[in-house]
């Protein structure tokens, strides 16, 4: 109970704490800080683009993205044409057994 | 809604008047450093953003009509300016993996500061620092409207008048914000007496 009377006050405490506050003053020469933004605008967002771009680590990265996908259209395209060589010589060589089977059954009735 | 004296300033402003802006900026740089310093919770962000209000100030007097206070419009920019720096922080808070790239010790930039308002009495100042923290837990809205009530010490009328809204909604917002920080404060507590019991 004690505790919680105890946290109740420290609440109020806090609460108020901010109760005679003074305002805050803005540093000394604003005026001429505000005067030199107003002369030099800020970059637009094209050269805000033009910054962020030009970060080494930004370059890198995309230099690794560009390398990243260059390797799997090479993986891929690989993978695609081993297939197609697998499909082929498989069609060929079940030409060739049928063909066989042909001649086989060809030469059996032949020699009937 | 303008007084004369006033009125004939932001004319003044209106057509460009150097001297005019340097008035302007004299009369109400405490106003708007001292409202975005409790926003933002950072020194240095502070002083960009009074920069830039000013600066859109200069830009955008044109379009100020004088149907509400000056002051009133003022606020409405420094409100708005200190709450798009924090969005625009957050969303770099997500991604603070990638900005720790960039330092040169390789840590991360982003790490939650202890918040001092330069105006605390030195005696609240722990308490004042667990209050800013709480108050980044509430909703914006309630944050603003309790902000303007005790930083700013502008009545409910005002606040009402800044966030475009009636005057009994900006006393719901400060019942509950002051409710959601009790709550938020509370959790604070119990677990710093449950931490200090652990260490005795």
Redesign the interface.
């Known amino acids: 109970m004690k505790s919680d009377e105890k946290i109740q006050q420290q609440i109020e405490e806090t609460i108020n704490s901010i109760d005679n506050i003074q305002r805050a003053t803005a540093q000394p020469y604003l005026l001429t800080r505000i005067n030199a933004r107003l002369n030099n605008p800020a970059k637009n967002v094209w050269e805000n683009i033009a910054i962020f771009i030009s970060r080494p680590a930004v370059t890198i990265a995309g230099i690794c993205l560009l390398v990243i996908i260059n390797i799997s259209v090479l993986v891929i395209k690989k993978a695609t044409s081993a297939n197609t060589v697998a499909e082929r010589s498989f069609t060929t060589t079940a030409d060739e057994e049928d063909e066989y089977t042909n001649l086989a059954t060809i030469d059996y009735i032949e020699n009937q | 809604v303008l007084n004369q004296s006033e009125e004939a300033l932001i004319k003044q402003l209106q057509q460009g008047d150097q001297q005019a802006f340097?008035t302007v900026?004299?009369l109400y740089?405490?106003?708007?450093?001292?409202t975005v310093?409790?926003i933002v919770q950072s020194e240095e962000d502070?002083?960009d953003i009074?920069?830039?209000v000013?600066?859109q100030v200069?830009q955008s007097v044109g379009s100020f009509k004088g149907d509400a206070k000056f002051s009133t419009w003022l606020y409405r920019i420094v409100i708005a300016k200190a709450l798009d720096h924090e969005k625009r922080k957050k969303r770099k808070k997500r991604f603070g993996f990638i900005q720790s790239?960039?330092t040169e010790k390789g840590e991360v930039k982003y790490h939650p500061e202890e918040f001092n308002?330069?105006?605390?009495?030195l005696e609240?100042k722990e308490?004042?620092s667990?209050?800013f923290k709480?108050l980044k837990q509430i909703p914006e809205n309630q944050r603003i409207a309790f902000m303007l009530n005790?930083?700013e010490g502008l009545n409910n009328q005002e606040i009402a008048a800044i966030m475009n809204t009636s005057f009994y909604a900006v006393e719901s917002l400060l019942a509950r914000a002051?409710r959601n920080?009790?709550k938020s404060?509370?959790k604070y507590?119990?677990q710093s007496?449950k931490q200090s019991s652990h260490e005795k």
């Open positions: 340097s900026v004299g740089q405490d106003m708007v450093y001292n310093i409790s502070a002083e009074t920069q830039d000013f600066v200069f790239l960039y308002h330069p105006g605390i009495q609240n308490k004042a667990e209050l709480a005790k930083i002051k920080l009790k404060l509370k507590y119990l007496a």
